[in-house]
């Protein structure tokens, strides 16, 4: 990494960034929805795309000048398509969170009623939780999962026949099992609603062709881009040709302004990346670490949530299993170098500042070439951590051991 500009012209940027460097290269990063993109897409991302307005769609932009925002733009969007089997994409959303926003406003009127999951129980913040601009707007009413963990398929139906939604909305955060993409796709016709996965968490597993394609049942599927797909921080929306105007419409010029080139070149390389088979050697190994760590973990008397995992990820309940809340636990793990986040459980009787749960990924150290024997040297070093959290000599050597193990996987060299 070369920012010899940047040194001479802000150097307390630079101090930053160099700082966030060797905290990136140094740590554990176990953020669920966290990853390392490739130095290539890090070059697109700073590079002269950022200088151009184009508003508008390829072929069709209210600026001059776009003969290489649309082949960076059509790249993305053929390559996107390729990768999903998608019939349209829009690949300008800047983000999870307006994705989301873009695809209720393109079908959804004030007032009109949307299905969509808990926030306790998996489900996103943009999907409809009280203090959300889309909660304000829209009638959202939130399914939760049952007593196994499950997403309780039969009640969702008898909600569904009850608030006969608009919208159904799957997709989640925090939730760690397979959906069932048909049972969706009948309730939703049952009932003559339109039908919307977010995908944010689990596309690149679902490019990696590691768990099945959502894209062939649902009409609208929204996604970020930076997660397990590897890309730039970014959106993106596909649908159903019959959804396309009036998805292309309330991305542009309903919701957004100019899309940023720069990160729509980038997520064409990352796309591109995610179309090799390396890739889909990266989404299987995804699911075989997730499966290494849900047996440690149980192995050393933590309580999974959902009973286990079919993804990247597991929700521990630390609060039930050891007694320590999922902030103590995320600050014992942060002084050895073990990022993660605290998160709730389902119906969590704690709050969210400091909720009984945490959520562990392992897309990020994935990519950096962790594999099952990491693994397990890692969820002891968990299990010791949160274990000796008062013990400060421990946690030092600890730390020691964790940038060691890291140095053996260098990222961005
Ligand atoms: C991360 C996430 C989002 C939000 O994405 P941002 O890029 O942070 O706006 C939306 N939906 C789901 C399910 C997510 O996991």
């Known amino acids: ?24 290269q140094e740590g554990m990063e176990l953020i669920a929805s966290e990853n390392y993109v490739s130095e290539a897409v890090l070059e ?74 808990d926030l306790s129980h998996g489900g996103h913040l943009t999907h409809g939780h009280p203090v959300t601009l889309s909660a304000k707007i829209y ?97 993106m929306i596909m649908c159903k ?26 997520k064409a390389i990352a796309f591109g990346e995610a179309l090799k088979p390396s890739f889909r050697k990266y989404a299987k190994q995804i699911l075989k670490n997730a499966k290494v760590m849900e047996k440690e973990l149980i192995k050393h008397g933590f309580k999974l949530m959902f009973e286990g ?21 995320e600050i014992a793990l942060d002084k050895v170098g073990i990022t993660l986040n605290k998160n709730m459980v389902p119906d969590d009787s704690r709050g969210p500042m400091d909720p009984s749960g945490i959520r562990i990924g392992v897309p990020a150290i994935t990519t950096r070439g962790m594999k099952e024997k990491e693994i397990k040297i890692i969820c002891k070093w968990i299990k010791d951590a949160i274990k000796n959290r008062n013990n400060e000599k421990l946690l030092k050597k600890i730390r020691k051991d964790v940038v060691k193990m890291c140095k053996k996987f260098p990222i961005y060299k």
């Open 1 to 24: 990494m070369n920012y010899k500009n940047l040194k001479k012209c802000d150097p307390q940027v630079y101090k930053a960034l160099m700082g966030e460097l060797k905290r990136q």
């Open 241 to 266: 040709k019959e959804f396309a105007k009036a998805i292309d419409k309330s991305a542009f010029p309903g919701f957004q302004g100019g899309p940023h080139m720069n990160n729509i070149a980038a």
């Open 139 to 235: 009638n959202f009413i939130r399914y939760k999962t049952d007593e196994s963990g499950m997403i309780d398929y039969d009640e969702l139906e008898k909600m569904a026949i009850k608030h006969k939604p608009k919208l159904i909305l799957a997709g989640f955060s925090a939730y760690t099992r397979q959906l069932d993409y048909k049972r969706f796709q009948q309730i939703a016709k049952k009932v003559g609603a339109i039908l919307m996965i977010d995908i944010a968490h689990i596309a690149g597993l679902i490019a990696g062709k590691a768990i099945p394609n959502p894209v062939p049942y649902f009409d609208i599927v929204t996604t970020t881009t930076h997660k397990t797909l590897r890309g730039p921080r970014g959106g």
């Open 44 to 117: 697109a991302l700073g590079s002269v795309f950022t200088n151009k307005y184009s508003e508008g769609y390829p072929g069709r932009r209210y600026y001059g000048g776009q003969e290489y925002t649309d082949l960076a733009e059509t790249l993305a969007i053929e390559r996107a398509k390729k990768l999903f089997g998608a019939e349209h994409v829009n690949v300008q959303p800047l983000s999870g969170a307006p994705a989301n926003m873009i695809a209720y406003s393109a079908v959804l009127k004030p007032g009109d009623t949307v299905l969509g999951m």
């Open 309 to 329: 995992t079919d993804n990247h990820m597991v929700l521990v309940d630390v609060y039930e299993s050891k007694g320590v809340t999922g902030k103590e636990a």
